[in-house]
Structures are given as structure tokens and as C-alpha cells.
């Protein structure tokens, strides 16, 4: 039992972080309430075979984070804990997968750091606050290419590892499409042929029993679909991947992430792990069969992360579309700190590492004591919104998700100073007193400092999210608008319905839309049993002579436009939170 005492214990420490920071903030606009909707509606309709989002088919997604949401849902209810929880599973599932496969191949050192950097890297926090499948596609990924190795390196009765692939694959097939097979059977094709085993490797590989259970699990979903759903197939297949993939997939709602940026920017995502990176030289591979176990997998990890980095270079790509190579990466990472600490001038580099890691910390925290002190004149307000400097809701940095980055000013300080005093404490001293572990050789209290810092870094930025709440959410607007419903009340939508789908999602009404047949709505709005629900301005002006209240959406920035189409007709304002106004036909 001692021998799983830490791995134990990260996995109590990341669960309890990750739980903590589930129930809050509000579901957010855009991709996470609208998906949350779409599980929602799985429920309401019974129907868990095609998805539909304000009762508009929904054809563009696979099923399995949407079922899995929907089963939380079945248990907690209709909140934001239930829509993070399945992620949250998902993350500690991967953890301890990772600690395994470490383990197995390289040591239980090696397979706890792998474990740590996944469970406490940046990225992993960063791009799970919002409901998308990669930690669960991830978790797949990294069960798959472990069963396959387990089979490759197996004897005999071992072979039936490759059983678990196939099932994997399925799962990741479920999860997010096509992908699911490209970063699985693309690195086991590139090493079999590298290392010259293709052809007897076939003969174990168990093709037509193991193809049987890949078809047994990924194909009745997609069966379903597409006899339910006529042209199905070709919006999923060629829309959502082929033409994804060429970036021709239509509406282009999405950008591509900058050249450099794209390749730099894993040094954050895999922070503060990442200081280990000029060890994965230590990592050597091998392509001769004879050659010692350990660089026979590295030259399929190695393969493995290739793959996924080469292929969104050349196709579409947005900042969590690289999720996956976590996985690897930090398998790589964790044989290479766990190396480090045994071997003499290896100690020293990673010391010297370390000790560049203090340094970040502590220029972090200088940094954000700055920017406190910059905006120490300002008055905080309560509305964080108001210190923001927004762009226009159609601006091209909105299309990356991390586009609101950018709306920081130095004046936003002012009220975040508490948390940011708090986040420069955290950094400085966590990582001081890892680099003071480092120097007396106590290697795994220099790795435990290091993830209770990202655990209470992940807890201080869960509560700066939540100050950004009123701009990333319209929950607030949801709330104004519940304590006002009436019979016969209506919701409009100036444009997109994910601009404001967490007002869909929390008063559980159905949203009109003026000029919404646009994005996430446009490909399902042409089906014959779509509702009434999209409007012209000569729509909107009759339901605002009608004897019904109206509550009318828009982003302040497209409010003038939107005054236009009831020129002339009674407005009152409703409410107004976070850059988004809410306009009423009644006082």
C-alpha cells in the first residue's frame, strides 16, 4: 500500500481542486453553455441519438461527452457542477492511466511526474474550464497507444492487451470523430514500419476479432444518425473533418493559431513541467527491435506526439487542439526528471532548471505586485466589466479561444489586486521552496511543493474567472430575467445564439433569434422540423406590438443596430452586465 501512497494522495489533490473549482463560475457563453444545452435537450426530448441545441438539430459533434454530461445531469441536476463533473473524472482517469504507463515503461518515479504534469500543467486547467471532450479524447488516446504497447512488448496470452486498443479507439472514434483513429493507428503504423514488425506483428494484432469490437461499440451511433438524419453523413464526415482539416469547413467560425505562437506556446501549456524540456534530449529512441526496451518506446511516445503536433500545424487549428500531446509529452518529461535525479551532471541541469523556475516565479510576482501598484488609484467597482478593453463581439481575436486575453488592462488590477497579491505569494514562495528541496536532494518534496503550488494557483484563478463572470456569462442576465418572467414572456436574440447561450441554458426557455440562422444553427435550420424560431426585423417589430413582454439580447456594441429594427416603438432598458444589454417593450 505504501508503494501507491503518492500516487494516492495526487489523486486526492487533484480531485479535491478540480472539484472545488466546478461549481463555479456560471456556464459560460458560447461552447460551453451551448453544449451543456445540447445535453440538456438529450434528456428533455429522450432522445440520445441526435443532437439538438435550442431544438435545432445539432449534427456537428460525436455523442460521448454529451452523454456522459447528460448522465450527471440525471444526478445532480441542471448546473454548472454537473457539466464539469464528467471532465473532472475524465482528468483523474488520465492521471492515473498516465501513472501506469510511466511506471510500466519507465519507472514509478517517472510515471508519478508523468501523472503530475498532466494533473497540474497549465493547460490541463486552462482548457478544461469549458465543457469540450479533449481531457476525456486524451484519456482514450493514452489508454490505447498503453494497450498497444503492452500487447507489442507481450507474450502469448499478453496479446489480448491489443483488445483494449480497439475498444480505446472506439471510444475516442465517440468522443471526437475521426481523430480518434488518426492519432491512434497513425503512430502504431509509423513505429511498426520503422522498427521493420509490420508483417509479424499483423498476425497478433487480432484485425477481424478486435475490428468487430471497434464496429460492435462506434458504429450504432453513427448508423442511427445517419438513417435519422438525412445528409448526416456528409456534414459530419466531409464538413466537420475533411473540410476542417483543409480549413474549408463551413461557417467559418474559428481561427488559426499564429505559426510561432502555436509551437511556443506548449512551453506554457506544459508549465511548470515544461522546465524540464531540454531533458527530453535524454530520451533517445531506437528503431532496432534488439535495441533496449525503453528507446523502442520512446520512439513510439516520441512518434506519438510528432503526429499530433505535425497534423494541426498543417490543418486548422485553435490553442486546445493539441491537447492530446500532454500525454506524451509528459510521459517523455516524467522518464526524463526521474532520470535527472540519479545521475550526477543530469542532477545538476535539473537544479540549475529549477532554480530558473524560482525565477519565473519570482518575476511573476514582481510582475502582478506592478500591475497591483499601477492600479492602486483606480476604484473598484464590483464590475469588472467596465475596466475590460473589449472588441467588438465580432473581432478576429474572439475566434481563438483565449481571445478575451486580450481585453486586460492595467486598470482590471484593481480589482483582482487581492487575488493577484495572492498569486504572486503562491508562485514565489512554492517555487522557492521547491528549488530549496532540489539543493538537498529531496526530490519528491521539490515535486510535491511544486503541485500543491499549481493546485492553489488553479484555486486563486478559478476565483479570478468568477470576477469575470458578467463578461463571459449572462447567467446575471438569466437571473433578471427569471425574477421577471410573465406568461407569454419571449427571449429574442439579436444574431448569434451562442452569444448569449447561457441565457438559453439557465431560464430553460427557447430563444428567438433576428438574423440567427447563422454558425452552430445554420446547417441543422434547414431541416423541415425546424421550429419558428428565426426572425426578421419585421418579425421582431410585430412581437413588440403584441401584448406579450418581450426580453431583447444584445451586445451593447450591437445595441444602436438593434434600436433600429423597433425604431419608433416603446423601449425600456431591462439590464445591462458585462457589455450585454437586455431591452423590454414593457416598463
Known sequence: MRKYLPILLLLAFTAAVFLATSFQPSLLDDADATHAEAAKEMIERNDWVTLHVNGIRYLEKAPMLYWLTAASFRVFGFNAFAVRLPI???????????????????????????????????????????????AILTLWFTLAHYCFLRGFFGEGSQKRWYYGLYAAIALAVLTKGLIGIVFIVGPIGLFLLLTRSLLTELRHLRLLTGSLLFLAIAAPWHLLAGFRNERFFWFYFMNEHVYRFLGKREPKDYNRVPFVFYWLMHLLWLFPWSIGVTLLASQKPAINLNSDRQRLINLYVWIWAALILVFFNISTSQEYYTFPVYAPLALLLGAALATAEYRLEA?????????????????????????????????????????????????????????????????????????????????????????????????????????????????????????????????????????????????????????????????????????????????????????PIFLEAADVRRLWLGGDRIFFFTEENKKEKTLNSIEGLPVFPFANRGGKTVLSNKP
Open 347 to 531: 542532477q545538476k541541469f535539473l537544479l540549475r532548471a529549477q532554480g530558473v523556475l524560482a525565477v519565473i516565479g519570482l518575476i511573476a510576482a514582481a510582475v502582478l505586485g506592478g500591475l497591483v501598484w499601477q492600479a492602486r488609484g483606480v476604484q473598484p467597482t464590483g464590475d469588472l466589466s467596465v475596466l475590460l478593453n473589449q472588441a467588438p463581439s465580432d473581432a478576429e481575436q474572439y475566434t481563438l479561444s483565449l481571445g478575451h486575453f486580450f481585453d486586460l488592462t492595467t486598470n482590471t488590477f484593481a480589482e483582482l489586486r487581492v487575488l493577484a497579491i495572492g498569486a504572486a505569494l503562491i508562485l514565489s514562495i512554492g517555487f522557492l521552496l521547491a528549488f530549496r528541496f532540489r539543493q538537498n536532494q529531496r526530490h519528491s518534496l521539490a515535486m510535491a511543493a511544486m503541485v500543491v503550488s499549481m493546485g492553489l494557483m488553479f484555486v486563486w484563478a478559478n476565483l479570478a474567472q468568477q470576477q469575470f463572470d458578467p463578461v463571459l456569462s449572462s447567467r446575471g442576465l438569466a437571473d433578471e430575467i427569471q425574477r421577471r418572467w410573465e406568461p407569454g414572456a419571449k427571449i429574442i436574440f439579436n444574431g448569434e445564439y451562442e452569444t448569449g447561450s447561457s441565457i438559453a441554458f439557465y431560464t430553460n426557455e427557447q430563444i428567438l433569434l433576428l438574423n440567427g440562422r447563422v454558425t452552430g444553427m445554420a446547417f441543422g435550420s434547414t431541416y423541415p422540423d425546424v421550429p
Open 88 to 134: 473532472v473524472l475524465g482528468i483523474l482517469a488520465l492521471a492515473f492511466v498516465a501513472y501506469r504507463f510511466g511506471s510500466w515503461a519507465y519507472s514509478e518515479t517517472a510515471g508519478l511526474y508523468a501523472a503530475a504534469t498532466l494533473a497540474t500543467c497549465v493547460g490541463m486547467f486552462l482548457f478544461t474550464r469549458v465543457m469540450i471532450p479533449e
